[in-house]
């Protein structure tokens, strides 16, 4: 327990500039919007927890956030909000709401968008369709950060999100079948968008010490590499905490229960890590939307 508590300690020293950093410190590198997409190789990890909470934490540095809910078949992400929307994605697409009526704001000072079951067949809209859509969604470019949750797995859907976003954070635990299947994730993206270098980021939730996100993260960066030649980084881990599931229970993300809890200072460490590392090339939503579109079935 002391290991532990050195442990957050020394986080809580590393984030001490996520805490001090200035809204004009944390301006857009280029001007584009930067889309980060999570994902897992299976459900259960906690993945829609550390989208909504990375969400907020990124608004706590000044930055203007949508929150995607692309996880299409179990979308959970307004559940964990306590919002209940009356609109959602596949109204746009039916051009029956613009992206402004839609778009959630919340009480967090991050902007919500609840997906769709249909979304994944948006290849199929007419040209006059996808027009609509695609000027309704290039309205999110104002936006400093987009996150995506996606589905978990290896759903068509989460490929395409996958495919078209700048950064890729796949969520995994230390059990044996989260390791196995985040493996299996990134062997599917390496083999199925040959064409394009995904960034992808690692993140292992529900430790019980620093010591064991390291080393689950290093079992999975080196089999990746020496097996598929692939370059995954490691961007951090998240303690297993009672307040995570108690949050959960209150509706209420743990970033803002208790912003100085052990997972609320592991993720403001690791989007602290993030906001070091450059995108120079993050082409914003427009290429986004046209990457996303032209993946299809």
Known sequence: MEEQAEELRELMRETGAFNDMQPNEVKKRNGNTRIIAITSGKGGVGKSNISVNMAI??????????????????????????????????????????????ILD???????????????????????????????????ESADIIIIDT?????????????????????????????????????????ELPEKTVDLKLIVNRVRSAEEGKRISERIINIVSQFLGYKVDYMGFVYDDPIVSASVIRQKPFMIVNPTSKPATCLKHIVGKIEKIEVDNNEGVSTFLKKFLGRKK
């Open 151 to 191: 589905g978990a797995g290896i759903a068509n859907n989460v490929l395409q999100f996958v495919a078209a976003a700048d950064e890729v954070l796949i969520v995994t635990t230390p059990e044996p079948t989260a390791i196995t299947d985040a493996y299996g994730m990134i062997k599917i993206i390496s083999t």
């Open 106 to 140: 919340t009480e967090y000072g991050i902007k919500f968008i609840a997906g769709a079951n249909g979304f994944s067949k948006i290849a199929n809209l007419s040209l006059d369709e996808l027009d609509y859509f695609a000027q309704q969604f290039q309205s999110l």
């Open 57 to 102: 934490a990124y608004a706590q540095l000044g930055k203007k956030v949508i929150l995607i809910d692309g996880d299409l078949g179990m979308a959970n992400v307004n559940v964990l909000l306590n919002i209940v929307p009356q609109y959602n994605m596949m109204h746009v697409i039916n051009k029956k709401k613009t992206m402004k009526e839609i």
